[in-house]
């Protein structure tokens, strides 16, 4: 499996940016597919999931909306209203094995892109 993430940049307070990955080796609408950041400094967090339903971490719900195009076997996390806070390296990941309880747990996934930067300017 491999997964490759893009979209990331550099964008005002208050913009949007919609980062996509791109999966090869498994089909997304069938896997669990997962965004996680990490922030300079700090540890990797959750930002959102996707399976059957979203889930996504408390502080982007209502801001970020995680998607998928079966056709081209791509996930995305369509990101608005992006804050300084935001920024970070983000990551998508799969796991094709993950209850519903564990989406949020970066050890429940088997595979991860490279990682696309994401910085919010103020």
């Known amino acids: 499996v491999q997964l490759q993430a893009s979209g990331g940049g550099l964008v005002q307070a208050g913009g949007s940016l919609r980062l996509s990955c791109a999966a090869s080796?498994?089909?997304?609408?069938?896997?669990?597919m997962g965004w996680f950041r990490r922030a300079s400094g700090k540890e990797r967090e959750f930002v959102a999931a996707?399976?059957?339903?979203?889930y996504y971490a408390d502080s982007v719900k209502g801001r970020f909306t995680i998607s998928r195009d079966n056709a081209k076997n791509t996930v995305y996390l369509q990101m608005n209203s992006l804050k300084p806070e935001d920024t970070a390296v983000y990551y998508c990941?799969?796991?094709?094995?993950?209850?519903?309880?564990?989406?949020?747990?970066?050890?429940?996934?088997?595979?991860w892109g490279q990682g696309t930067q994401v910085t919010v300017s103020s």
């Open positions: 996707l399976k059957w339903n979203p």
């Open positions: 080796g498994r089909t997304v609408s069938r896997t669990t």
């Open positions: 990941a799969e796991g094709s094995r993950i209850i519903t309880s564990r989406m949020s747990e970066g050890a429940a996934y088997d595979y």
